[in-house]
Nanobody, 128 residues
Framework: QVQVVETGGGEVQAGGSLNLSCKFS????????MTWFRQAPGKEREAVSC?????????YYRDSVSGRFTISRDNAKSTLYLQMNNLNPEDAAMYYC????????????????????WGHGIRVTVSS
């Protein structure tokens, strides 16, 4: 019975920042690589970022967010974070946390359509 508490979404002006988080319970969080993906209306889902289970061996960012977003995790708190800086309207979407491939990020990097959300998603709106 996995539960997740999602926080940090909202509306910001272009150039603003948000810090998203997913806090899990009922899951061996520290054994699983975790991915953030997003989906905007009328668009396919996009892998945003992924972090391996250790939090330091491997990190993935899609090109459009590299340098602006930072993924992190606190295994002691079973929590995944996404710090988003310098947001632009192209970042507006529903954001989801999801399990990737065990201790690595194969799905995010190769087949993000197979990613499935935990939780209902976090709405991010960016106004110009």
């Amino acid at each position: 019975q996995v539960q997740v508490v999602e926080t940090g979404g909202g509306e910001v002006q272009a150039g603003g920042s948000l810090n998203l988080s997913c806090k899990f319970s009922g899951l061996r969080f520290s054994t699983i690589a975790m991915t953030w993906f997003r989906q905007a209306p009328g668009k396919e889902r996009e892998a945003v970022s992924c972090l391996d289970r250790t939090g330091f061996h491997h990190t993935y960012y899609r090109d459009s967010v590299s340098g602006r977003f930072t993924i992190s995790r606190d295994n002691a708190k079973s929590t995944l974070y996404l710090q988003m800086n310098n947001l632009n309207p192209e970042d507006a979407a529903m954001y989801y946390c999801a399990a990737d491939a065990g201790d690595d990020c194969w799905l995010a990097e190769n087949d993000p359509r197979q990613l499935r959300p935990w939780g209902h998603g976090i709405r991010v709106t960016v106004s110009s």
